[in-house]
C-alpha cells in the first residue's frame, strides 16, 4: 500500500524557516515527478514546488523561487521543502505528492492532475 506522510509544519513567525518531510512507503519513486502542493483556506489548490526524482531537475512557483528548496533524501524514500524567509501568504496546508508514470526525461509541471499519490497534508502557519 503505497503511503505518503508529510510532517514539519508549524507556526513560525515572518522571516522564519520550516522544513517539510514527506516519508514515502510502499513504492520507490526513483525516476518520476513528486511536488509540494498547498491549499490556502478560501483559495484552490496550487504546486509550490516539483522534483524529477530521476535527475534532480527543479521547477518552482514563482512566488517561492529563491526561498524554498525541494529535493529528495539519498535513500530516495524522503522528500524535503525547505522554507525560508517565510511570509504570511504562504500559510496553507502543504500536501506532497507523486506521480506513478516512471519517466525516462524530466518535464514534470506542476499540475496536481498529473500526480497520483497524495499526503493527508501538514499545516504551516505563518505570523507577521
Known amino acids: 500500500q503505497v503511503q505518503l506522510a508529510e510532517s514539519g509544519g508549524g507556526s513560525v513567525q515572518a522571516g522564519g524557516s520550516l522544513r517539510l518531510s514527506c516519508a514515502t512507503s510502499?513504492?520507490?519513486?526513483?525516476?518520476?515527478?513528486m511536488g509540494w502542493f498547498r491549499q490556502a483556506p478560501g483559495k484552490e489548490r496550487e504546486g509550490v514546488a516539483i522534483?524529477?526524482?530521476?535527475?534532480?531537475?527543479?521547477a518552482y512557483s514563482d512566488s517561492v523561487k529563491g526561498r524554498f528548496t525541494i529535493a529528495q533524501g539519498i535513500a530516495k524514500n524522503t522528500l524535503y521543502l525547505q522554507m525560508n524567509n517565510l511570509k504570511p501568504e504562504d500559510t496553507a496546508m502543504y500536501y506532497c505528492?507523486?506521480?506513478?508514470?516512471?519517466?525516462?526525461?524530466?518535464?514534470?509541471?506542476?499540475?496536481?492532475?498529473?500526480?497520483?499519490?497524495w499526503g493527508k497534508g501538514t499545516l504551516v502557519t505563518i505570523s507577521s
Open positions: 522534483i524529477y526524482t530521476g535527475g534532480g531537475n527543479t
Open positions: 505528492a507523486a506521480e506513478r508514470r516512471r519517466r525516462l526525461t524530466p518535464g514534470c509541471t506542476m499540475s496536481e492532475y498529473n500526480m497520483d499519490d
Open positions: 510502499g513504492a520507490t519513486y526513483s525516476s518520476n515527478c
